[in-house]
Nanobody, 126 residues
Framework: VQLQASGGGLVQPGGSLRLSCEASGFNLAVYAIGWFRQSPGNEREGLSYIGNSETTPHYADSVKARFTVSRDDVKKIVYLQMNDLKSEDTATYYC????????????????????WGQGTQVTVSS
């Protein structure tokens, strides 16, 4: 199981970015993907979760209505569209995978995931 997160960068407040999480070495269709972020001195925060195509994504309150997660199992990519970015969104963003057989229990807990991407930096600053 390999994951690679990309798409981070420097953006002004109010701007948008789309992160990608590319999967390889496994059948993405039977894996759920969680997005997390971590800034210096803070714990890793669960942001969103997407199970299979029949389940409803979950979002942390801090990003609800601003972030949207989606998946393309053919391309084996999961996206995190981030709109109306704020300075407090500055962090390193990670994607993580776990099998869909676990459901959505503990979706926002980092220990609930088996594989992690390397992280991509998002900086929101004017």
């Amino acid at each position: 199981v390999q994951l690679q997160a990309s798409g981070g960068g420097l953006v002004q407040p109010g701007g948008s970015l789309r992160l990608s999480c590319e999967a390889s070495g496994f059948n993405l269709a039977v894996y759920a993907i969680g997005w997390f972020r971590q800034s210096p001195g803070n714990e890793r925060e669960g942001l969103s979760y997407i199970g299979n195509s029949e389940t409803t994504p979950h979002y942390a309150d801090s990003v609800k209505a601003r972030f949207t997660v989606s998946r393309d199992d053919v391309k084996k990519i999961v996206y995190l569209q981030m709109n109306d970015l704020k300075s407090e969104d500055t962090a390193t963003y990670y994607c993580a995978a776990r099998h869909t057989m676990w459901g959505d229990r503990g979706w926002d807990k980092s220990y609930a995931y088996d594989a992690w991407g390397q992280g991509t930096q998002v900086t929101v600053s004017s």
